[in-house]
Nanobody, 120 residues
Framework: QVQLVESGGGLVQAGDSLRLSCAAS????????MGWFRQGPGKEREFVAT????????YYADSVKGRFTISRDNARNTVYLQMNSLKPEDTAVYYC?????????????WGQGTQVTVSS
């Protein structure tokens, strides 16, 4: 059974940083692209960032480019999202996802999400 478990969310002030983690089990982690998505209050879920199976390529939504960094540790079956210069509009539930395709859609497995709240 595939499990993706996010952690690291919380309440921070604008300008602060957070690092989210997503621990994967039940799949061959190093064979999957990993992505981060988010869903803000009253909004649809949106793509945030993705990283190729071996970590050699990343891709970001324009709204987070230059502020967020996705990385992975295949030895630990974990993907990270370092979030800097947080803004109130970054407030959302953040989800990690695993998929066979490197991109902003088509993910097969999803975590339960972790809440990030950024106060102004």
């Amino acid at each position: 059974q595939v499990q993706l478990v996010e952690s690291g969310g919380g309440l921070v002030q604008a300008g602060d940083s957070l690092r989210l983690s997503c621990a994967a089990s039940g799949l061959t982690f190093s064979s999957y692209a990993m992505g981060w998505f988010r869903q803000g209050p009253g909004k649809e879920r949106e793509f945030v960032a993705t990283i190729r199976w071996n970590g050699d390529s990343t891709y970001y939504a324009d709204s987070v480019k230059g502020r967020f960094t996705i990385s992975r540790d295949n030895a630990r079956n974990t993907v990270y999202l370092q979030m800097n210069s947080l803004k109130p509009e970054d407030t959302a539930v953040y989800y990690c996802a695993a998929g066979r395709i490197f991109g902003d859609y088509g993910y097969d497995y999803w975590g339960q999400g972790t809440q990030v709240t950024v106060s102004s």
